[in-house]
């Protein structure tokens, strides 16, 4: 019988977390005025815990025993061996997955969700507001408030509400109320709502009413939560690949390739800096993130200063960016829905440590109908971009004739995400190229900020 699966014990789970800012340099969040953001001016809006991690330089930060014992539920994640798929592509490539949808959600998203909760909850933190897109963050940190007695309010992004309403009976299982943005609750969301009452939404939309909702309560004690993009959201999520550097050791194997999904950025980052600080340090890695050719920010948006949500309540970030009234169109059905990517991933692409790659939503579905029949796990929409590039350098690898490692993170399962392949099966998708006059006014728009320095690391 073959070894497909290569486990780690609850005693061999990492203790630390490896913080990409030790080993780059970054442009600096900006506020109004075009000056730096002190961490006191974020402090309505995240606990002063959380803004040390988002502006620390060490390597490593440990990880407190009452994070690690909620991440125990499902923690380690395997890594398993895609035999099947090997064999389906009939490539000489070796192909390993982290998989994170056995986590209670089914996604990776609660690596930082319960850790994200449980700081909050130190700091006297009552409740926590947060936007989702496709459900999936909402629903990690629904569940990591329940295990941690806190409230937690999401606004889910309207077309994503009205298609998967079983993300938000998830979200409502674990005690959290859901409410479709752009609502009218906010002012942000009225304003929205008076320009086109019609709108699908978007995470910029969705993330600006989170963030009004949490500074404006007179109380206090509430707080905003992001499941992607910001410096310590990386961080909690690096377990991943510190996981799997552990268990392809074990092995003997390292990766000629990484691969993730990538649309703010967290569950790539999770896998991939880690081989990043490898290949700052001379590694030979290819490390790709993937994203929709729907939504190309990392491969045709300009890297720029950008706010992070629509309304502009955000710093200014140094990111690539689509423009932050960037809607997604809505036959996109593949998430990774974002305007933007996290500074430190766009830090990354501008030095060349990685190469990003773009798909149109067909071939993702194909990817992931393939896995499925041969892997036997129905993927996450997001993670069959992951897919699409896997089984496209595994054929290269065929075509090279090389034994190429590849390692890629299963970001998630699809079993919430049904309705997606029922578009596909039923053959309602098509593929949708980002227009290059939306890019011209993004670049427009970007053009009034200040311009991030091209800076390098290494």
Known sequence: MKKRKVVLTEDEMPRQWYNILADIKMNPPLGPDGNPVGPEQLAPVFPMNLIEQEVSTERWIDIPDGILDVLSIWRPAPLIRAYSLEKALDTPARIYYKYEGVSPPGSHKPNTAVAQAYYNKEFGIKKLTTETGAGQWGSALAFACSQYGLECKVYMVRISFDQKPYRKSMMQTWGANCIASPSSETKAGRAILEKDPDTPGSLGIAISEAVEAAVTDESGQTRYSLGSVLNHVMLHQTIIGLEAKKQMEKIGEYPDIVIGCAGGGSNFAGLAFPYAYDKINGKDVAIYPVEPEACPTMTRAPFAYDHGDTAGYTPLLPMHSLGHTFVPPPLHAGGLRYHGMAPTV???????????????????????????????????????????????????????????????????????????????????????????????????????YPKPEILKSV
Do not use: M
Request: aromatic residues 8%; hydrophobic residues 45%.
């Open 346 to 448: 766009s830090q990354l692409i501008v030095e060349g440590i990685l190469e990003p790659k773009a798909f149109g939503q067909i071939a993702t579905y194909e990817a992931g109908l393939l896995c499925a029949r041969t892997e036997g796990v129905i993927a996450a929409p997001e993670t069959n971009h992951a897919l699409a590039c896997v089984v496209d350098e595994a054929k290269k690898a065929k075509e090279e004739g090389k034994e190429k490692v590849i390692l890629f993170n299963w970001s998630g399962h699809g079993l919430i995400d049904l309705a997606a392949y029922d578009k596909y099966l039923s053959g309602q998708l098509e593929d949708f190229a980002f227009p290059a006059e939306d890019i011209e006014e993004a670049e427009k728009v970007l053009e009034s």
